[in-house]
Antibody
Framework: QLQLQESGPGLVKPSETLSLTCTVS??????????WGWIRQPPGKGLEWIGS???????YYNPSLKSRVTISVDTSKNQFSLKLSSVTAADTAVYYC?????????????WGQGTLVTASS | EIVLTQSPGTLSLSPGERATLSCRAS???????LAWFQQKPGQAPRLLIY???SRATGIPDRFSGSGSGTDFTLTISRLEPEDFAVYYC???????????FGGGTRVEIK
């Protein structure tokens, strides 16, 4: 059974960089030819796609966040990561990692449980 | 940029009733790229429907999706207690690649 688990600091100071890692178990990122993504949800609000990465390293970002986002993959650790720079209070959200369904970018079929990141001094 | 508008914002129904949720796109989209999710409090979203009408693995057949062009519908034929949740539609646009979500519809117990 595929499982995804987000990890990283729960508190980030404004203007600093948010860093999260998603560890995948139950499948190999490098051998499965899937896309992997990050989605966030501010408290009490809706879902926002942040960006996605192919196992080979190709990346796709939400244009509204592109200037601040970097997504990378470490196949040796079966992990992929998110960095969001220059955070403000508006970046406070639950951050989810997820796998895209069917080896396409279209939608997501497996999600992590999510991790709350608060941007505050 | 495609904007997805979901209605109503909140749907108050009783168990056993039929729920009809709407998702309207700001321009015509391919039904292949329209999905629906269910989210319960404190949980990650769960994929219900992909390709506008195909149920994801393990999804009960009381959930069905339909629509084309700009108008899409998620129908829950008979609400079970565990179906009270927030539902989101989601679209994938390919040029450039971009995923967008609707604002959500809350289905609450009447």
């Amino acid at each position: 059974q595929l499982q995804l688990q987000e990890s990283g600091p729960g508190l980030v100071k404004p203007s600093e960089t948010l860093s999260l890692t998603c560890t995948v178990s139950g499948d190999s990122i490098s051998s499965s030819s899937y896309y992997w993504g990050w989605i966030r949800q501010p408290p009490g609000k809706g879902l926002e796609w942040i960006g996605s990465i192919y196992y080979s390293g190709s990346t796709y970002y939400n244009p509204s966040l592109k200037s601040r986002v970097t997504i990378s993959v470490d196949t040796s650790k079966n992990q992929f990561s998110l960095k969001l720079s220059s955070v403000t209070a508006a970046d406070t959200a639950v951050y989810y990692c997820a796998r895209h369904r069917g080896q396409q970018l279209v939608t997501f079929d497996y999600w992590g449980q999510g991790t709350l990141v608060t941007a505050s001094s | 940029e495609i904007v997805l508008t979901q209605s109503p914002g909140t749907l108050s129904l009783s168990p056993g009733e039929r729920a009809t949720l709407s998702c309207r796109a700001s321009q015509s989209v391919s039904s292949s790229f329209l999905a629906w999710f269910q989210q319960k409090p404190g949980q990650a979203p769960r994929l219900l429907i992909y390709g506008a009408s195909s149920r994801a693995t393990g999804i009960p057949d009381r959930f069905s999706g339909s629509g084309s062009g700009t108008d899409f519908t998620l129908t829950i034929s008979r609400l079970e207690p565990e179906d009270f949740a927030v539902y989101y539609c989601q679209h994938y646009g390919s040029s450039p690649p971009r995923l967008t979500f609707g604002g959500g519809t809350r289905v609450e117990i009447k």
